[in-house]
């Protein structure tokens, strides 16, 4: 789910940010500061895991910050609140692809292991396919407001998956 709404938004996001202000610098500041985020959500889910145990709860957690920050991105007029929750957005993401690589590589059998892997490896272009090809389209026909909106479903479907 992260890989879809990230690709989904990552390429209009710099044109995104230009109509709400943003210039060259300003709008690589604000990507750095996005993947920053990210870095940090990989980075902190493995002492996540390890102090509280509860990788779906982290799943399902994460989930809920991502639907309304993500929606919320279509509804800011300014940089810095576009910066803010693109930042919780990639922080969501980063902490969910972990966990999930964590709980893959809990449960899967070793012998199954590296096919498991492949599978989720492949999910990055998949995404990108998706996420690239709708996003132009939705902005195209129905806005930016759209776009944010309907990429806090997948979060959505995250937290579903997670409870079951």
């Avoid at 989904?8 to 940010?17: N, Q, T």
């Avoid at 202000?21 to 870095?39: D, H, K, P, Q, V």
């Avoid at 996540?48 to 509860?54: A, E, I, M, P, V």
């Avoid at 990639?90 to 590296?114: C, Q, S, Y």
């Amino acid at each position: 789910m992260p890989y879809i709404v990230g690709n989904a938004l990552l390429a209009l996001l710099p044109v995104y940010a230009a109509q709400l202000g943003a210039n060259e610098i300003i709008t690589g500041i604000f990507l750095s500061f996005a993947f920053g985020a990210l870095a940090v959500g990989s980075l902190i889910s493995g002492w996540l895991s390890d102090r509280f145990q509860r990788r779906k709860l982290m799943i399902i957690l994460v989930g809920g910050l991502g639907v309304p920050a993500t929606y919320l991105m279509g509804q800011v007029n300014t940089v810095a609140a576009l910066t803010v929750c693109m930042m919780m957005v990639w922080f969501a993401g980063g902490v969910t692809t972990a966990m999930v690589n964590i709980l893959t590589a809990m449960r899967a059998a070793p012998d199954e292991r590296g096919r498991i892997f492949g599978i989720l490896g492949i999910t990055l272009g998949l995404a990108q396919v998706i996420g690239g090809y709708a996003s132009g389209a939705i902005v195209d026909r129905w806005g930016y407001a759209a776009l944010f909106a309907l990429a806090a479903v997948p979060w959505l479907i995250q937290i579903l998956a997670a409870l079951f």
